[in-house]
T-cell receptor, first 119, second 113 residues
Framework: AQTVTQSQPEMSVQEAETVTLSCTYD???????LFWYKQPPSRQMILVIR??????QNATENRFSVNFQKAAKSFSLKISDSQLGDAAMYFC????????????????FGKGTKLSVKP | NAGVTQTPKFRVLKTGQSMTLLCAQD?????MYWYRQDPGMGLRLIHY???????AKGEVPDGYNVSRLKKQNFLLGLESAAPSQTSVYFC????????????FGPGTRLTVT
């Protein structure tokens, strides 16, 4: 079974600085998706960025970028020019492309990293 | 376009009571999901549906039932609530399966005393 591990329960960054959140995963599959979701205090789950495993190029979305190391099964999120609005829980998630017993590629989440942004 | 909505937003139940959580989406999505989120944990899948009239078990299905009678609605039922079901429940939907983004509702905070 696939697992997702986020080893940093909490992180802190100064406004305008850069921070990197870590995520590792375990899988025997070669084709899958990886995601970073943001959950602010409002509880709403917001997709930040998505990476397809067969693409070697790291995904970027404005100030958010990932470092995808497929062989190491590592998927870290870098937030540049941190803003107060970036303060939230961040969840790394894995999604298989295979259909195991009808799972249809369900999301498997890590436990999250709470990011604080200091003014 | 409201996206994914959940009713109610908050609920307090006594042990043994029953209730139904409603999830509705207006994006014509085929797939719908119910997750629960507990403190210090990521979201865990309870049940999901790949189309109207079809449902399947996820990672933590015990104590819950679901129904998808209409494409736009996905109901989560607790027949006899237990304190272990105190959690925040999220509904999500996606156009299809693995290659499509899941859109989440705002969550329902359920407390069972």
């Amino acid at each position: 079974a696939q697992t997702v591990t986020q080893s940093q329960p909490e992180m802190s960054v100064q406004e305008a600085e850069t921070v990197t959140l870590s995520c590792t995963y375990d899988t025997s599959e070669s084709d899958y998706y990886l995601f970073w979701y943001k959950q602010p205090p409002s509880r709403q789950m917001i997709l930040v960025i998505r990476q397809e495993a067969y693409k070697q190029q790291n995904a970027t979305e404005n100030r958010f970028s990932v470092n995808f190391q497929k062989a190491a099964k590592s998927f870290s999120l870098k937030i540049s020019d941190s803003q107060l609005g970036d303060a939230a829980m961040y969840f790394c998630a894995y999604r298989t492309r295979m259909n195991y017993g009808g799972s249809q590629g369900n999301l498997i989440f890590g436990k999250g990293t709470k990011l604080s942004v200091k003014p | 376009n409201a996206g994914v909505t959940q009713t109610p937003k908050f609920r307090v139940l006594k042990t043994g009571q029953s209730m139904t959580l409603l999830c509705a989406q207006d994006m014509n999505h085929e797939y719908m999901y119910w997750y629960r989120q507990d403190p210090g944990m990521g979201l865990r899948l309870i049940h999901y549906s790949v189309g109207e009239g079809t449902t399947a078990k996820g990672e933590v299905p015990d104590g819950y039932n679901v129904s998808r009678l209409k494409k736009q609605n996905f109901l989560l039922g607790l027949e006899s609530a237990a304190p272990s079901q105190t959690s925040v429940y999220f509904c999500a939907s996606s156009l299809r399966g693995y290659s499509y983004e899941q859109y989440f509702g705002p969550g329902t905070r359920l407390t069972v005393t």
